[in-house]
Each structure stands twice: as structure tokens, then as C-alpha cells.
């Protein structure tokens, strides 16, 4: 087994797509887990976020079957449509740090991920798909408390 049957490095840079900007947002804005009411919730949302990064980058081997057929074909539109999906989701971070509108933010978590559990699906990851619904659950969860407050 050799180090690119492990890691995915088209996965890797969409891993650090979606991770850079909230750690980014984490570094510039004050964020406590003490302003949600429910902090299990916090934590599922994180933890839905990095191990969607971490499949996305790193082929585990537990249920997973990579591309179907035909691979070359399907690989192209897996890089094609998740690539698309995160530079529109990099441009919706951009306008959601000059605005801090609602919508911008509702359309990060929607956006990032759809790519996430898309990915899944094309790349047949059960893993990546069901740890992308839980990311957007807890997500959802952040986005509704977050702006609530406001």
C-alpha cells in the first residue's frame, strides 16, 4: 500500500478549503462555547466539521469503495462539482466577512456541506456521507443559535 493509496490529495486541498476559514473567523472573532445553550451540540458540530475533513483527506478503508465505474469519468465530476462547490462556498465566506448576513452564513453551512455528503455519495464513503450529516445538523444548530442572539 503506498502513501497515495492513503492519502487523497485532492481531498487533502478540499480539506483545507473547508477548515481554513473557520479557523480563520475562530482567530479574528471571540467564540465561546458558553454562548450556546446546548454545548454537546458544539462539540458534535466540531466534531462533524474535522472528521469530514479528516475522510475527505484520508482514505480510512472502512467502508469505503472509491469511485464506480467508470473511475476516471466519475473522478472528473467529483473534482469538478466539489471544486465548484468551494470556491462558491470560499466567495460566500468572503461576502459573509465584509456583510455578517444571515443568508451568507445559512449558504456556508448549506453549501459546504452539500460538497461534503456529495463527496460521499460519488466517492461511495459511507463514513464521509453519514459524518457530512452530522456536520450540517450541527451546523445548522450554531447558525440558528448564533443568530438568534443578534
Given amino acids: 500500500m503506498s502513501f497515495f493509496d ?13 477548515v481554513t476559514p473557520h479557523i480563520f473567523y475562530a482567530r479574528t ?20 466539521r474535522f472528521f469530514s475533513a479528516f475522510l475527505l483527506a484520508i482514505n480510512i478503508g472502512v467502508l469505503e469503495q472509491g469511485f464506480p465505474e467508470p473511475k476516471a469519468l466519475m473522478e472528473r465530476f467529483w473534482l469538478i462539482t466539489t ?16 456583510t455578517g448576513k444571515k443568508g451568507a452564513a445559512l449558504a456556508i453551512v448549506i453549501v459546504s456541506a452539500v460538497a461534503v455528503i456529495f ?27 448564533f443568530f438568534s442572539k443578534r
Fill in 29 to 48: 472573532h471571540t467564540v465561546s462555547t458558553a454562548d450556546y445553550s446546548n454545548r454537546a451540540m458544539v462539540y458534535i458540530a466540531r466534531t462533524g
Fill in 6 to 18: 492513503v492519502v487523497n490529495l485532492r481531498g487533502l486541498l478540499f480539506a483545507a478549503i473547508l
Fill in 83 to 98: 471544486g465548484a462547490m468551494l470556491l462558491i462556498y470560499a466567495l460566500l465566506w468572503l461576502l459573509f466577512f465584509k
Fill in 119 to 145: 463527496s460521499g455519495i460519488v466517492q461511495v464513503k459511507t463514513l464521509l456521507m453519514t459524518v457530512g450529516i452530522v456536520y450540517l445538523i450541527g451546523e445548522l444548530y450554531l447558525f440558528s443559535q
